[in-house]
């Protein structure tokens, strides 16, 4: 599947409230970030930036891991990483301001 289709299916997952945070994720948001930055960077996101293949730690399983950037509605950069897993989106490590 390309990337762009992918991104599309990311975007529907967050319009259709079908996403996750792993407790890290939760974790790494602080009062400058919340949830609704991390949505709207996906949601204006042009692209993925990079896909990573992985190998979950607790299953063994091959998965394929999205990084995606893209900017808040105020123009702050952020860098999210997220997995597609039973047609939900689990976001892994949360929005971290890009450099």
Same mark, same amino acid.
């Given at each position: 599947m390309q990337t762009d289709t992918r991104l599309k299916q990311?975007?529907?997952l967050i319009l259709d409230r079908q996403?996750?945070?792993t407790l890290k994720a939760e974790l790494e948001l602080d009062e400058n970030?919340?949830?609704r930055d991390? &949505?709207?960077s996906i949601l204006n996101a042009d692209e993925i930036y990079k896909v990573l293949n992985s190998t979950n730690p607790y299953t063994g399983k091959k998965e394929k891991l999205y990084i995606?950037?893209?900017?808040? &509605?105020?123009?702050?950069l952020i860098y999210t990483k997220g997995k597609?897993?039973?047609n939900q989106l689990y976001i892994l490590i949360s929005s971290k301001r890009a450099l």
């Open positions: 990311i975007k529907r996403v996750k945070f970030l919340d949830k991390v &949505y709207e995606i950037k893209g900017p808040t &509605y105020d123009n702050i597609i897993f039973e």
